[in-house]
């Protein structure tokens, strides 16, 4: 399984952004897929998740401002971020695993399979 996050950039404060992770070598029909992020000097932090099942969840830093989405046919994960803030300026990071149970979507060290990183930088 490969995962290939993109569409990282630098933009102002309240510009939108959308992230896209796509998904080759496996067709995942359960579990989680979710974005975290890290800021420079940081620890990885949750972002948001999306169960197969449809269910979406988000940290409360970016509920209201961040939607995460995902498209089947073309095997890709989106975050949209709207309303962007310094404070989201970090390395935006997609993973996945099949077979995560819902006390550990928060967990980066439970995520099996990850992308590269995409910077994101929100200036003021």
């Known amino acids: 399984v490969q995962l290939q996050a993109s569409g990282g950039g630098l933009v102002q404060a309240g510009d939108s952004l959308r992230l896209s992770c796509g998904i080759s070598?496996?067709?995942?029909?359960?579990?989680?897929m979710a974005w975290f992020r890290q800021p420079s000097g940081k620890e990885r932090e949750f972002v948001a998740a999306l169960k197969w099942s449809g269910h979406t969840f988000y940290s409360d830093s970016v509920k209201g401002r961040f939607t995460i989405s995902r498209d089947n046919a073309k095997k890709t994960v989106y975050l949209q971020m709207n309303s962007l803030k310094p404070d989201d300026t970090a390395v935006y990071y997609c993973?996945?695993?099949?077979?995560?149970?819902?006390?550990?979507?928060?967990?980066?060290?439970?995520?099996?399979?990850w992308g590269q990183g995409t910077q994101v930088t929100v200036s003021s």
């Open positions: 070598g496996r067709t995942f029909t359960s579990g989680f």
């Open positions: 993973a996945a695993d099949p077979t995560l149970i819902h006390s550990s979507l928060r967990r980066p060290q439970d995520y099996d399979y």
